[in-house]
């Protein structure tokens, strides 16, 4: 089955949000930014439904979410640094971390083991919730 039928339905959600949707042969790639962070939470809980242990390794999101003010976080991990995941799940790429203690932007709760956030480097990414806090 060809990339393009396997992943109908997130190459259309793509599309509508005006993402780049470039299939490589074995790799599909979509990029871009999205308006909301439910639009990114909805691209991956649509990759995660067609592919459910994210194992196949066709495809790469590369979406970001259009938020700039959120509500802030702290990470408090025991002692070490918080991985930021590429996707909702342990076995997604790291693409960044946050030091303990560190307060970080909140986009959206994408469920309520993963949140979405926004390091101060502008890496955004998945996060165990367990280790954030809201900061009042």
Known sequence: MALTEKYKELIDLART?????????????IDGTV???????????IYQRLDPQFRSNDVLLNVKAAVTDGGKVRVVTRESRL???KGPGTDQPIVGKAEKGEIITLISKSNDLWWLVRDVDGEEGYCYAQYLEPVV
């Open 83 to 85: 991985n930021i995941r």
């Open 17 to 29: 949000n005006n993402l780049i949707v470039n299939d490589a042969g074995n790799v599909l790639k």
């Open 35 to 45: 308006p909301t962070a439910d639009i990114k939470n909805k691209m991956w809980d």
